[in-house]
């Protein structure tokens, strides 16, 4: 039987991505872009982890 690992949390990189999109943004006077493109990548680096741990 194969050893079961832990499922990896997937959330902190959006978190991240999301508190890191919006500081950059509001140095560079555009928040809404840079959350959402915070985000966005976020939310690809955790199914990319989803994906890893998946298989």
Known sequence: MPAHR?????????????????AIGFMLG??????????ATGIVIALLIWWRGSR
Not at 32 to 39: D, I
Request: aromatic content about 12%.
């Open 6 to 22: 832990p499922p990896a949390a997937g959330g902190f990189p959006i978190a991240l991505g999301a508190i890191g999109g919006a």
């Open 30 to 39: 555009q928040p809404t872009l840079w959350f959402l493109g915070g985000t």
